[in-house]
């Protein structure tokens, strides 16, 4: 089993930054990619970022290119999702998630990821 952690989340202005950490334990080893997705009230969660353990490739949601950055520190079984230049419609509950044995081709779709943390809520004002 592989346990997620968020941390990070909060409130803030529009055009602001926040960092969201993901602590991975447990059989963290075991995982190859990680992602994160977002859930606002009354929608369907969605993919923002994801990174693979190896080599650090990363892809991103068409909304978030260019604003936010996903990183992790191998030592630290930590992943980051750096969120710049906030908007109001970033406003979610953001989740981590991780993908166990060999890393995917189609690393945006939910069904790829084996694990997910609770979530941490951003709340971005106008």
């Known amino acids: 089993q592989v346990q997620l952690v968020e941390s990070g989340g909060g409130l803030v202005q529009a055009g602001g930054s926040l960092r969201l950490s993901c602590a991975a334990s447990?059989?963290?080893?075991?995982?190859?990619?990680m992602g994160w997705f977002r859930q606002a009230p009354g929608k369907e969660r969605e993919f923002v970022a994801a990174?693979?353990?190896?080599?650090?490739?990363?892809s991103y949601a068409n909304s978030v290119l260019g604003r936010f950055t996903i990183s992790r520190d191998n030592a630290k079984n930590t992943v980051y999702l750096q969120m710049n230049s906030l908007k109001p419609e970033d406003t979610a509950v953001y989740y981590c998630?991780?993908?166990?044995?060999?890393?995917?081709?189609?690393?945006?779709?939910?069904?790829?990821?084996?694990?997910w943390g609770q979530g941490t809520q951003v709340t971005v004002s106008s």
């Open positions: 998630a991780a993908r166990r044995g060999l890393s995917s081709a189609t690393p945006a779709k939910r069904y790829e990821y084996d694990y």
């Open positions: 990174v693979t353990w190896s080599y650090g490739s990363t």
């Open positions: 447990g059989r963290a080893f075991s995982t190859s990619l």
